[in-house]
Nanobody, 122 residues
Framework: VQLQACGGGLVQAGGSLRLSCAASGRTASNVVVGWFRRAPGKEREFVSAISWSGGGTLYKDSVKGRSTISRDSANNTVNLQMNSLKPEDTAVYYC????????????????WGQGTVVTVSS
């Protein structure tokens, strides 16, 4: 599966952004698409994930309640709506894919798109 992320930008604290991840290639029903981010000087961390079949979602605790991940099967995209953004959400966001179970560990995601930059100003 090939993935391409877009939707990043500069936003003020409290604002919203929607990130999109377009999938192509082998998009089988057991594909899981996840969002990860890497803030300056920090390691890449899990943000959210969704199973392509729509059977489940996962969220990092710090974004839970502020973010919604969804799948648009007509357009083969996975969207991450982020609201009430905080400066600590500033990072490069990546979408990634794996076949199998829903999980949050980036080492089990084998397909990665390029990053999209999110900058939240205070």
């Amino acid at each position: 599966v090939q993935l391409q992320a877009c939707g990043g930008g500069l936003v003020q604290a409290g604002g919203s952004l929607r990130l999109s991840c377009a999938a192509s290639g082998r998009t089988a029903s057991n594909v899981v698409v996840g969002w990860f981010r890497r803030a300056p000087g920090k390691e890449r961390e899990f943000v959210s994930a969704i199973s392509w079949s729509g059977g489940g979602t996962l969220y990092k605790d710090s974004v839970k309640g502020r973010s919604t991940i969804s799948r648009d099967s007509a357009n083969n995209t996975v969207n991450l709506q982020m609201n009430s953004l905080k400066p600590e959400d500033t990072a490069v966001y990546y979408c990634a894919g794996r076949y199998g179970r829903l999980m949050e560990y980036n080492r089990y995601y084998h397909y990665w798109g390029q990053g999209t930059v999110v900058t939240v100003s205070s």
